[in-house]
């Protein structure tokens, strides 16, 4: 089994910051790409950031210049997702999503279970 638990939203105003954290434990060999989604009220959920195990990035139009994905692969098997500059439409449920080669040796994709990220106008 492999969990994946989000941390760091919360309520923010417009123009301010918060950085989200994603642990990852359980049968893990390594953790393959790693990303964030978000999902709004009403919306379906949308990829917000990608990472590689090797460190390349990719982000949604939309969050360009404002957000900055990485990961600690040493130690803490943890991804992250640094948001400055937040607006009004950034609010959503952010979730992180991981590619897991498992204990079997066998790869599967996790989700975690989401956090409420709130920008008041």
């Known amino acids: 089994q492999v969990q994946l638990v989000e941390s760091g939203g919360g309520l923010v105003q417009a123009g301010g910051s918060l950085r989200l954290s994603c642990a990852a434990s359980g049968s893990i060999v390594s953790l393959n790409t790693m990303a964030w989604y978000r999902q709004a009220p009403g919306k379906q959920r949308d990829l917000v950031a990608t990472i590689t195990k090797g460190g390349s990035t990719n982000y949604a139009d939309s969050v360009k210049g404002r957000f900055t994905i990485s990961r600690d692969n040493a130690v803490l098997n943890t991804v992250y997702l640094q948001m400055n500059n937040l607006k009004p439409e950034d609010t959503a449920v952010y979730y992180c999503?991981?590619?897991?080669?498992?204990?079997?040796?066998?790869?599967?994709?996790?989700w975690g279970t989401g956090t409420q990220v709130t920008v008041s106008s």
């Open positions: 999503n991981a590619g897991v080669l498992t204990t079997a040796f066998r790869e599967y994709t996790y």
